[in-house]
């Protein structure tokens, strides 16, 4: 009778241990995994770029947008969608840094809007259905690349000193980008020289030439620098050529008189101040390297850093000197 109550016991006792002790022993540590409560910001991300309006002038009128419905156009329109993912996303944070810049205490050449579709004022802009037209059969993959750059870099900028930093980009360097001081008129702190690594071998029309005749030459420079000597044979028009520290033409002595390098590649219609120019007979010969005003962001130099493994984050600090990346406020 008690072996009977004491078994009975037993029994009952077994039957409400719970089910983990009984797990074998040699079970691996996942089998029976415990899940931590997620919170709000891990179950609903916050969402930045959505929240944010940007007024875009078209050419036409000024459209209300968000910086989310906003920013893959910019990428679409301004990087070619076949490059690495961290190059889109560098773009994307470019672009959207740009903005807020425009839109702080960097009064823009349209008050009314923060920026504009104009690649020659601000930047390039495409819709889903031109891409689409474009890419055709590829569209989806290309589309899904470009909306996956915006939202992985949702909200974030490049900052120097606490303030969003003017990032402009261009297409590709020769070797090196540019000081903006020795394009434009301020030397800003993080737009300096850096290397860059884009070749031949990366960039499609790396190297141009462009022809041009003697006498139209003679009209343009004429036109601007009216007290430039350009009377006898061609070939002793240009004396003189400086260069700056990335290897572009700062300079050059034209008739006597000492000409920009950024002016001659505004007469002709240069892909850069990356040149050489020659005179001979009745044609002027610029010998061109790179596409762009060549300061900030290279694109296909930051594609070729994607390639070789870096962060999107790497590649900004790369072309940027001395900034920091955070979400704008």
Known sequence: MKSSVVTGLL?????????????????????APREEPKTVEESAPIRRDANVT??????????????????????????????????LSAQAVAERTYIYYLRGRHKS???DADVCTDPACCSAWMSADSAREK??????????????????????????????IMAVFHSS??????????????????????S?????????????????????????VLAAYPQADLSGDAAGWITGVRRDDSGRVE??????????????????????????????????TFRVTGYGHGVGMSQYGANELARQGKTWQEILRWYYSGVTIGPAT
Do not use: C
């Open 11 to 31: 029994m009952t006792v077994l039957l409400f241990v719970p089910p983990l002790l009984f797990a074998p022993v040699d079970a691996p540590e996942s089998a």
């Open 54 to 87: 940007v007024r875009v002038w078209d050419g036409e009128k000024i459209v209300e947008t968000t910086m989310a419905e906003y920013l893959p156009g910019v990428v679409r329109g301004e990087m070619p969608a076949a490059f690495e993912p961290a190059a």
């Open 109 to 111: 050449s349209h008050p």
């Open 135 to 164: 890419w055709g059969d590829r569209f989806a993959e290309y589309e899904a690349k470009i909306e996956q750059a915006v939202a992985d870099t949702d909200g974030q900028i490049i900052l120097y000193g606490g303030e969003p």
């Open 173 to 194: 360097s020769a070797g090196a980008t540019a000081a903006s001081g020795q394009v434009w008129t301020a030397d800003l702190p993080y737009l300096r020289s850096v």
């Open 196 to 220: 860059s690594p884009e070749t031949e071998d990366t960039v499609p029309n790396y190297y141009s030439v462009t022809d041009v005749s003697a006498e139209k030459f003679r009209s343009a």
């Open 251 to 284: 300079e050059l002595t034209v008739g006597g008189v000492t000409v920009p390098g950024t002016a001659l590649r505004a007469m002709f219609s240069l892909r850069s101040t990356a040149f050489t120019a020659a005179a001979e007979g009745d044609t002027v």
